[in-house]
């Protein structure tokens, strides 16, 4: 997959990877979304969100492949953000970093941004390929996090209901409202420029389909977009270890990549899904793609050994205020690369 299928097709009649905001979604309560983590390059004293993902453990966060794949750990023992050019070379963005448990991306509590110092792509994904499947990654917290980690389906948890009728199935992240909708900028209190496709939080209801509904939708629409070419022949949908969702309306788009697709059950969320990719935002015949988290259980557990207990269900609370305080030195909110400047 080239960099225009990867990041510009939302707004084209193209295959495109579910990157960045909710379409047609509403503002989250973070409260209802433990464990949600903004993905971020860190340069200079700018700061841009890149992709979702879900804290599942005090010091790992699952996201998709393809938002990790041009990350790589430096000597510092951190991870940096490269951008790929058409010649193949790499040009390095800055350093990464996950905001845990943000609300808004401007307001940033002590110690919630951590640097990143490991990243562990799952070992059958085809770079440049999220269509091909296989699309997750887990990168490792140079630290560890308080907050609450959402639950995993196979793991320490079940979405056994994902499928059934009326199931409360919900996505969220920071990501673009629309397709070739305007990101947002903003400052954070020690006078960071903050980008996004949302600032805010959003949430998005999006019933799954049923698996033979949901391979039909996406090869007709390959072929409506003149996509059945060499390079996608054969993309399909593997219903055993991906999950189609999405009836027009709500929808993961650019920037959402990566980041949670939840069932709602009376013991608290469970994370079912990670958004994977998808053609355009919002369009009835086109549903999303997530990556199925249970389908990858046994590598996921292998990977981040021991799992911690499950948190306990939130309560309907209000977010809690930001605390006024600055942030550790530690988090790149004011100190993203103490070892080496950063890029």
């Not at 086109?286 to 050994?305: D, E, F, L, T």
Request: proline letters at 10%; one cysteine or more.
């Amino acid at each position: 997959m080239n960099r225009r299928l990867k990041w510009g097709l939302m707004a084209v009649a193209s295959a495109c990877v579910l990157a960045s905001c909710m379409v047609a979604g509403r503002d989250a309560d973070i409260a209802n979304w433990p464990g949600m983590v903004s993905i971020q390059t860190i340069a200079g004293r700018d700061v841009f969100h890149e992709c979702g993902g879900t804290l599942i453990a005090p010091d790992w966060v699952l996201t998709a492949a393809h938002c990790a794949e041009d990350m790589q750990v430096e000597a510092s023992g951190r991870a940096a953000q490269f951008l790929r050019e058409e010649d193949g070379s790499k040009v390095r963005r800055g350093i990464v970093a996950v905001a845990v448990g943000l609300g808004d991306l401007r307001n940033i509590p002590p110690g919630s941004v951590f640097p990143v110092s490991e990243i562990v792509i799952h070992p059958d994904y085809q770079p440049g390929a999220p269509e091909r499947g296989n699309d997750l990654a887990l990168l490792r917290l140079a630290g560890r996090s308080g907050a609450p980690a959402m639950r995993v389906a196979g793991l320490n948890g079940s979405a056994q209901g994902l499928h059934e009728p009326y199931a409360d199935v919900w996505a969220a992240g920071y990501g673009q409202k629309g397709e070739g909708a305007q990101g947002e900028d903003g400052t954070t209190r020690s006078g960071r420029h903050v980008a996004a496709g949302s600032l805010i939080l959003q949430e998005g209801y999006v019933p799954p389909l049923p698996p033979e509904v949901c391979v039909e939708r996406i090869r007709a629409g390959l072929e409506r977009e003149g996509l059945v070419d060499a390079v996608y022949s054969g993309v399909t949908v593997d219903p055993v270890t991906q999950v189609c969702a999405g009836t027009g309306g709500s929808d993961a788009c650019q920037g959402d990549s990566g980041g949670p697709l939840v069932l709602r059950t009376p013991s608290g969320p469970v994370l079912a899904g990670v958004v994977s990719w998808g053609l355009g935002c919002g369009r009835a015949e086109n549903p999303g793609v997530y990556m199925r988290v249970s389908a990858y259980s046994g590598w996921i557990g292998s990977a981040i050994n021991p799992l911690p207990p499950p948190s306990p269900a939130l309560p309907d609370a209000p977010e809690a205020e930001v605390p006024a305080a600055p942030p550790p030195e530690s988090a790149p909110e004011t100190a993203p690369e103490p070892s080496a400047p950063p890029g």
